[in-house]
Each structure stands twice: as structure tokens, then as C-alpha cells.
């Protein structure tokens, strides 16, 4: 039965302590969407937005929402190399 | 996370800067916490050097964009950014004074989207939160050469996602002439 199953599309999604990132595995565009929150909410919440509906439409390489940011973020993907290089930040 | 004034209690709550007062009756400085949001700001311009130097360098492929707050937040960082951005992209959001346009985005295309259809919760003002929302954009708009397209619907900007999928996609598609 699963063998039947097309993948409309596949993410990485990765939470870290201030930041979720979505990144489709497919797409030809490169694009980032920095999404921020609204008061009293959290990144996790609002990621669905971008994984279903016309958002799926979106050929964005990389796409971060942010949690609060009192702590740094950053360090995560500091040495993610640059486009194309054929190499992962995850590796 | 911070603890937001005008709701007079001691949780902290994940936010961008403080609330003083929620309404615009007097001048920004004294509504919000400038220095919270200058230092978000600067956080967020971390967060943009790091995808511009992701993405070989081209600012223009960069979009910011967030609801209410978030959009509040994601005008002052991207007008404030000195690089050149994709484009910003603001719903049921507000504009503060406070921010300072850098020359890099002066042409960015900005698109607003105000409800006119209010969220119904109980904290919301009969007509929603929209004309007092879009008179805070009535100074922006009259700086020449900024490219902000304020946008009132006749839609709960609130529950109605698949609206603003749809909006977005159109924003982001067009700026970035894909």
C-alpha cells in the first residue's frame, strides 16, 4: 500500500531551542522566508503554515521561524556553507 | 521571552519587544520598548547576514515576514537592514515610527494586509483591530520611494490561512520574478 503513496513533498524539519527551520529536499529556486511570531506564541505553531495548502507552492531553499530570541540562535548553522557547494551544514 | 506590561501580570511570554499600551494614542517610544525592539532588530540582521551569505550573497532572495507583532517586527528589521531584501511581507501588523529606513530598502517591495473581519476574540474591538493599524502606515506611505501597498480585505486575517498562503505565495512569486 505505501508503495502506491506519491510524496507530494519532502522537508527537513529541525527544531532548535530558538528557531525552527524547514527546508524543502526538492526545488529548484533559492529562497529564504524568515517568518517571526506573533506575541504570545511559538515558532512550532506556526510552522504547519508552510507545510500544507498553497505555501507548498513556495520553491524556498530554506525557511526559518523564530522563537524568542534572548538566547543566541545563531551558533547552529554559523558554518553552513554556501549554496551549491554540494556540502550539508548537517554533515 | 518577556513579561508584557500592558497585561499586568508577571508571565513571560514569548514576544519581539514590550507593550506598554495597546493602543497608539501616544507616541511609540512610549507604547513600546524601543530598546527591545532595536535589539531585535539587530538579532534578526544576524539571522539575515547569515541566509544572505547562504544564498552566495543576494539579499533580494530574502523574505521577511510575520503576523501581528511578528509583522510589526519584520517591517522595523527588513526597512532597518542594510542589505538589499527580497521583499517584507506584513499581516494584521502595525508600522512603528521608531524604525529607521535604510537607504538598501527604501524600494523593497512592502505588502501589508490588514482584516477588516475581526478575529472574535475577547479581547477584540468590534470592528477588529484594522483602522487603528492602518492609520500607524499613514506616515510611511508618504515617505516618496518606499514601496508599501497597504491591503485591507474584506477576511479574518486571523484563522483564515489559507488566504494568506495564498497572498503570500503571489507576494513572493512576483518580487522575486520567478
Redesign the interface.
Known amino acids: 500500500m505505501d508503495a502506491d503513496k506519491k510524496i507530494k513533498k519532502e522537508f527537513r524539519f529541525q527544531v532548535f531551542e530558538n528557531e525552527v527551520i524547514i527546508e524543502p529536499l526538492s526545488g529548484k529556486h533559492e529562497l529564504t522566508i524568515i517568518w517571526l511570531h506573533h506575541l504570545y506564541r511559538n515558532a512550532a505553531d506556526l510552522s504547519i503554515f508552510f507545510m500544507h495548502g498553497v505555501s507548498l507552492e513556495l520553491e524556498v531553499s530554506s525557511l526559518s521561524i523564530y522563537l524568542f530570541l534572548t538566547h543566541n540562535p545563531f551558533s547552529e548553522r554559523q558554518n553552513r556553507p554556501p549554496s551549491g557547494s554540494g556540502e550539508s551544514y548537517l554533515s | 521571552?518577556?513579561v508584557?506590561s500592558a497585561d499586568n501580570n508577571q508571565k513571560l511570554?514569548?514576544?519581539?519587544f514590550d507593550?506598554m499600551r495597546r493602543s497608539f494614542d501616544r507616541p511609540h517610544e512610549e507604547i513600546i520598548n524601543a530598546k527591545d525592539l532595536k535589539e531585535?532588530s539587530a538579532?534578526?540582521q544576524?539571522?539575515?547576514d547569515?541566509?544572505v551569505?547562504?544564498?552566495?550573497g543576494d539579499g533580494r532572495?530574502?523574505?521577511?515576514?510575520?503576523?501581528?507583532?511578528?509583522?510589526a517586527?519584520?517591517l522595523t528589521?527588513g526597512l532597518e537592514s542594510k542589505e538589499k531584501l527580497?521583499g517584507i511581507f506584513a499581516v494584521h501588523g502595525y508600522y512603528l515610527s521608531l524604525t529607521e529606513i535604510n537607504e538598501a530598502n527604501k524600494e523593497t517591495p512592502v505588502l501589508v494586509l490588514l482584516g477588516k473581519k475581526p478575529p472574535f476574540r475577547p479581547w477584540d474591538k468590534p470592528d477588529g483591530f484594522y483602522p487603528m493599524f492602518e492609520k500607524t502606515f499613514e506616515g510611511l506611505k508618504t515617505i516618496k520611494s518606499v514601496n508599501t501597498m497597504v491591503e485591507v480585505v474584506d477576511q479574518d486575517v486571523y484563522y483564515n490561512?489559507?488566504f494568506?498562503?495564498?497572498k503570500?505565495?503571489q507576494f513572493?512569486k512576483s518580487s522575486?520574478k520567478?
Open positions: 521571552m518577556r508584557i511570554v514569548p514576544s519581539w507593550v531585535s538579532d534578526i544576524k539571522i539575515i547569515r541566509e551569505k547562504f544564498l552566495n532572495k530574502v523574505f521577511l515576514g510575520g503576523f501581528a507583532q511578528g509583522s517586527m519584520a528589521a527580497g490561512q489559507e494568506i498562503q495564498k503570500l505565495v513572493v522575486s520567478l
